[in-house]
């Protein structure tokens, strides 16, 4: 077997074990990562959230699980950007990194009836 044609199989298995130890590294980086991230269920439904104070933490990343039991909803986050409809039957994920302390209000955006000015919650962001 010539030099050159073993330099090249050598590179190329070399290719290989980097690209296999890269995908387990990410692989890994990914399932630590994804651990970190708080879930918490919000349930929507004439007239309120529940719940409908949410204490969350500085930089801290969040999933939100939310769904309707009976209407579609809206879930709308002001100064957050965030707006999204809950359709019955069905979990809407929003996932939400909260950078600024303090009170962060969310509220029901499609009107559902008497009683949906009422339809609102927050965030309580602490350090």
Request: proline letters at 5%; glycine letters at 8%.
């Amino acid at each position: 077997m010539s030099v050159n044609l073993w330099n090249r199989r050598r590179a190329v298995a070399g290719m290989a074990v980097g690209a296999v130890g890269a995908v387990s590294g990410l692989t890994a980086w990914r399932a630590a990562h994804a651990q970190s991230v708080r879930e918490i269920e919000v349930v929507a439904q004439r007239f309120k959230f529940t719940p409908s104070v949410i204490e969350l933490k500085l930089n801290q990343p969040v999933l939100l699980l939310l769904r309707s039991l009976d209407f579609i909803h809206g879930f709308h986050v002001p100064d957050m950007g965030i707006r999204s409809d809950l359709l019955p039957g069905m979990v809407t994920p929003i996932r939400l990194t909260p950078t600024q302390l303090g009170r962060i209000d969310f509220l029901c955006d499609n009107f559902c009836g008497d009683g949906h000015e009422e339809m609102h919650g927050y965030f309580n962001v602490t350090d």
